[in-house]
């Protein structure tokens, strides 16, 4: 067998001309540059060069040459891309995230990222956070950032904290409200649930859901029905911070009523490090991030 090492030998002597130049490129000592070639030849069974001079090719040389070149150029490309994905620097990572994370918190943290990893590529989904457990569940995404409940089979690291607010028009009662909102202010008006609405379980709100007619998962089309008065609905802080005209959104006294947005992969599964790069990034930056959207990063873990 041919040693890529000893083919690279050969190609760098056939284009110095020389063996001098060549163990100067190579580091290497003229006697083992001589000893490489000299295997070489025996190993094919016939030379290589013209002469002990190597200024010229015979017809073998220069067959073995025109295909070692192509060889380590492949070589080299391959073992550039392996070492690049085993540091994180390249590869294809696939991410979900909820709409608010994906909007407003995930744009300067892929600029960087990117601009770092010139040869890494990023699949982006913004869904509800039922749709980013499903997808990393079944593995079509390598990471998600969604809020719990967390079904088994998933590891969830928190990110952050987030309070939710009350949507509703600004023409609504419950705007002129001076204080923050008790369940009690929201009875017999309409309500309408929505993927956050799962993670709440205060009973007076469970009593207030339980009469809810309406459940719409995409935030467009939830913000369009109270932009139409069918109801309000409680969202995210983060989501709520570029409501359209005449929309409102109104803090909630209930200290329990926010939500934790972690960052999900498969129990089980290594991750890519390109996939570990990325979460090392996102949690270097949280607290900015965190100080600007007036979130609260994480203090515990839930799984």
Same mark, same amino acid.
């Given at each position: 067998?041919?040693?890529?090492? /000893? ?7 056939? @284009? ?7 163990? #100067? ?22 030379? &290589? ?10 017809? &073998? ?24 994905? =085993?540091?994180? #620097? ?25 601009? @770092? ?8 989904? #913004?869904?509800?956070? =039922? ?11 390598? &990471? ?18 987030? #309070?939710?607010? $009350? ?54 089309? $939830?913000?369009?029905?109270?932009? @139409? ?8 802080? %983060?989501?709520?911070?570029? %409501? ?18 972690? /960052?999900?992969?498969? @129990? ?36």
């Amino acid at each position: 067998m041919i040693r890529t090492e /000893v083919l690279r030998v050969f190609v760098t002597v056939a @284009a110095s001309g020389n063996i001098r130049d060549a163990a #100067d490129q190579l580091c290497r000592t003229q006697s083992a540059i001589s000893m490489s070639l000299k295997q070489l030849e025996t190993h094919l069974g016939a030379p &290589l060069f013209e002469s002990d001079r190597k200024h010229s090719l015979t017809d &073998l040389g220069r067959f073995v040459q025109s295909v070692a070149v192509v060889l380590l150029r492949d070589h080299d490309t391959a073992t550039g891309l392996i070492e690049g994905y =085993a540091k994180g #620097d390249s590869g294809q990572l696939r991410i979900a995230s909820v709409p608010s994370v994906a909007a407003l918190l995930l744009p300067e943290v892929l600029r960087d990222f990117l601009a @770092a990893r010139p040869k890494a590529e990023v699949d982006l989904v #913004d869904t509800d956070s =039922a749709d980013v457990r499903h997808l990393v569940e079944t593995g079509q995404a390598d &990471l998600g950032l969604a809020s719990a409940p967390v079904q088994d089979g998933l590891i969830d690291t928190p990110l952050f904290e987030d #309070d939710l607010k $009350l949507v509703c028009r600004s023409d609504s009662i419950l705007a002129q409200t001076a204080r923050p909102l008790l369940w009690a202010d929201i009875e017999g008006v309409p309500i309408i649930l929505n993927e956050t609405s799962r993670g709440i379980q205060a009973a007076d709100f469970l009593a207030l859901a339980a009469t809810a007619r309406l459940r719409v998962r995409n935030v467009t089309s $939830l913000l369009a029905m109270v932009q @139409a008065g069918v109801g309000v609905t409680l969202l995210p802080g %983060l989501a709520t911070r570029s %409501l359209p005209v005449p929309l409102v959104a109104l803090p909630l006294a209930d200290p329990t009523c926010r939500r934790t947005v972690g /960052v999900l992969h498969r @129990a089980g599964r290594v991750q890519s490090p390109l996939a570990l790069a990325f979460q090392q990034q996102l949690f270097r930056v949280i607290g900015p991030l965190a100080t600007r959207f007036d979130l609260t990063p994480a203090r515990s873990g839930r799984s």
